[in-house]
């Protein structure tokens, strides 16, 4: 089980990585088939992820959520679960790509120095507790989308003060 674990943890950046260049490609270059592919390479990643998270919950005995390792994949599979509800529920898919690079770059950063190890501080072990932290990460994750939604569209702002209409004019919705 330790192997698969193993497995799944660099699986899982490869995935994301492969969505996030997906959407690169939608939102960059309008590659057509980019766009066919872009949400079910997401909702792959995604399920992997919750593989993941649940062989580490298995072998572990309790949610990841006892380091700062265990925690940013968290972030990174909460980040991409928001955002593909977000698309689901919009149908816009053009800013995928700098929602999920960020997932890809907390996954990268959690996969090079997990480790699964079982001990955990007691507190930590508490249900209502672990449902808390699951909970507050959801929302970490939807205030974080706003900001990168906030940042791009200062970005659109100053481009159309400037009258520069760049590929942020052209995809942004």
Known sequence: MTVILHIFTFLVPLFYFASAM????????????????????LATAVTLH???????TALTGR???ANVYEITTLIAF?????????????GVGET???????????????????AA?????AALLAPVLQLHIVAALLGYSAITIAG????????????????????LFERLP
């Open 22 to 41: 997906l959407y690169a490609a939608t939102f960059f270059g309008n590659v057509e088939d980019a766009k066919t592919f872009r949400r079910p390479a």
């Open 50 to 56: 919750l593989i993941y998270l649940a062989l580490h």
């Open 63 to 65: 949610l990841p959520i």
């Open 78 to 90: 909460t980040l991409a679960l928001v955002y593909l509800f977000i698309e689901w529920r919009t």
């Open 96 to 114: 995928g790509f700098f929602v999920i690079t960020v997932a890809f770059l907390f996954q990268v950063y959690s996969s090079l120095f997990i």
């Open 117 to 121: 190890e079982s001990a955990a501080p």
């Open 148 to 167: 990168i939604y906030s940042l791009l569209y200062i970005l659109l702002q100053r481009d159309i003060e400037s009258n520069r209409f760049s590929v």
